[in-house]
């Protein structure tokens, strides 16, 4: 039965495995692993994987396609711990926000023998963890797809039909162009929204802001809940690009008030909220429309290409071991038959 891994059961990798499920791909088996203690058994009960595995190395073992979806601090370790398990000819993905350090990590650890295509799914909400987990989280949403340069078209067509599979529009996409502009549109949002909220939570009059605080503070402060240990790790493996949109960022604050402060200025105020306004107006009118629910047969479709491409790597990589078996006792050796192949 052709095998997928997912390394992280939390909102992304429980979300994934759901998603999965809800495609109905064919006779995959999922295998899930989570470093939190009872998380993997959660996820079986949830119906998000089939089976669990002790560790990281267990659940990749014979796994034609594996995706990691730890925090992105974990991810080098990971790789670390999969690479001696990981099947000759298997594709590696993550899900990581950033991606220029992952595929570094990638290109230093994981054997030449497998494939990685390094992902990074748009989608996301405030909650985390395997409870907020659900099977529409993808639908409609972009993901990107960063390849490594050793990564060969049949992988990439591997991870762009399992993102097809679970309702997400794949995007190819530079590493360094990816982290940078993540940097200006997720990433800087994510910090001005924490400084915002710092700043007026701790105010000696916060109890009364608080009262009076309405749907455009919690709208503009949302990504304040995001996940400490996202946020902190976004911050570290993206620093340069941050910086950045940060300097520029304040920058603009301080042009905005100059214009205030000035009562000369205030008509070059009025023209820049009226410029902005404009100008946003038209980005949401040009946006692409996001797709609607796909249908149970493109699922499955997507689903079944990728299956496809699993089966025929395990078919290559038996015939290999049948083929090493068959050597060895031509040549009088008689290898035991529960003993796995060198390297595996």
């Known amino acids: 039965m052709p095998r997928l891994a997912i390394i992280g059961l939390g909102l992304i990798g429980g979300s994934l495995g759901l998603a999965l499920k ?8 999922i295998i899930g692993c989570d470093a939190e203690w009872g998380v993997a058994g959660r996820a079986r009960k949830l119906g998000a994987i089939d089976r669990e595995a002790r560790s990281a190395a267990a659940a990749v073992e014979d796994a034609a396609l594996v995706v990691v979806a730890t ?6 370790n990971v790789f670390k711990e999969i690479a001696p398990a990981l099947a000759e000819g298997a594709v590696v993905t993550d899900t990581a926000s950033t991606k220029r350090d992952v595929l570094r990590w990638a290109d230093e650890l994981l054997p030449e023998s497998v494939s990685f295509v390094g992902g990074h799914p748009i989608a996301g909400k405030e909650q985390s963890g395997l409870d907020a987990a659900e099977a529409s989280l993808f639908e409609g949403r972009p993901w990107a797809i960063t390849p490594s340069v050793r990564a060969s078209e049949q992988a990439v067509g591997a991870v762009e039909n399992l993102v097809a599979a679970v309702g997400a529009r794949p995007v190819p996409i530079d590493a360094e162009e990816h982290d940078s502009y993540l940097a200006g549109v997720s990433h800087l949002p994510l910090l001005a929204a ?8 701790t105010s ?3 109890p009364d802001l608080a009262a009076l605080a309405g749907p455009g503070f919690r709208d503009t402060t949302r990504l304040a809940s995001t996940s400490p240990d996202l946020s902190h790790d976004i911050c570290l493996t993206n620093r340069e690009n941050l910086l950045h949109w ?7 604050l301080r042009r905005l008030r100059g214009m205030l402060d000035d009562e000369a ?4 105020l009025v023209k820049t909220f009226a410029s902005v306004q404009a100008a946003r107006d038209a980005f949401l009118r040009e946006l692409p429309a996001r797709p609607g629910p796909q249908t149970e047969v493109e699922r499955m479709s997507a689903g079944e290409r990728m299956l496809s491409f699993m089966v025929g790597e395990y078919v290559v990589r038996r015939t290999k071991e049948i083929e090493e078996v068959l050597k060895q006792r031509e040549a009088g050796d008689q290898p035991d038959p529960r003993r796995r192949p060198e390297g595996r």
């Open 246 to 252: 940060l300097d520029r960022f304040v920058e603009e």
């Open 204 to 206: 000696r009059a916060w």
């Open 265 to 268: 200025r205030q008509a070059e």
């Open 22 to 29: 809800r495609a109905q791909v064919g006779s995959l088996e």
């Open 194 to 201: 924490t400084a915002l909220f710092s700043l007026v939570s």
């Open 71 to 76: 925090p992105i601090l974990a991810v080098a």
